[in-house]
């Protein structure tokens, strides 16, 4: 099974950076998520919020910033996460949080040779469907949030639509689900996992992988 560095490795580096993605490999991690937005003029950008608030990088919403600014700021594009983990050998995860996110990911992914180390995912079915379109052998994943179960439909969709699989919230995960899946021939990744007792269970229900703040080679 995969164990996948969320954001990074955001106990030892703030998340989504490029010294975050380099923490996770000096800890172990041999994958790593990161959520991608687009800055004013569609620029991708690795930044989980709508804002810049929370991070401290500015103010408003990260949508209206032209990428100079976003860049002054320290958050790293695309290409610039690419190009780290391209570099330590990463497979990565990119969690698009927006359908226009989608659009500019794969020619990025096609330059940086790396589109066989890449999984796309997205809780946004459209931005699945933009990168299969313009790039239809990517591995892509349904994202699942707080509130929602891997429901009997929700499969019925990955299998038309051709997902690889589900990213789901933690809560929803049981083993009834996991077999579910295994029967359907869908992968199940679980997020977000932060401690060795939680990595454990999910292992032991058979999960392909998940989503986790716990580097191997840290004392928690």
């Known amino acids: 099974m ?3 560095g969320h954001r990074g490795d955001p106990r030892h ?3 989504n950076t490029l010294a975050s993605f380099e923490s996770a490999w000096r800890h172990g991690r041999r994958a790593v998520e990161c959520d991608v937005r687009a800055s004013r003029e569609g620029v991708p950008i690795v930044f989980h919020d ?16 032209p990428w100079r600014t976003l860049r002054t700021a320290q958050i790293p594009s695309v290409a610039d996460v690419l190009a780290v983990c391209r570099r330590r050998r990463l497979t990565v995860f990119f969690d698009l949080k927006t359908p226009r996110a989608a659009g500019r990911l794969p020619s990025l992914l096609r330059a940086a040779g790396m589109t066989h180390r ?4 997205s809780q946004h079915p459209r931005a699945l469907a933009i990168v299969q ?14 509130r929602d179960a891997v ?9 038309q639509r051709q997902w690889k699989g589900f990213i789901a919230y933690k809560r929803w995960v049981t083993p009834a689900v996991v077999s579910r899946l295994a029967r359907e021939g869908l992968e199940l990744y679980v997020w977000t996992v932060r401690t060795r007792d939680e990595e454990e ?3 032991r229900m058979g999960v392909t992988g998940g989503m986790t703040e716990r580097c191997p080679r840290s004392n928690s």
């Open 151 to 159: 429901t009997p439909r929700l499969i019925r969709q990955a299998q």
């Open 118 to 121: 890449t999984r796309v995912a």
């Open 2 to 4: 995969q164990w996948v």
């Open 50 to 65: 709508a804002t810049l608030e929370r991070m401290g990088a500015g103010q408003g919403p990260v949508a209206n910033q």
């Open 13 to 15: 580096a703030p998340e």
């Open 201 to 203: 269970r999910f292992r």
């Open 133 to 146: 379109r313009v790039a239809p052998r990517l591995l892509r994943y349904r994202v699942t949030g707080y």
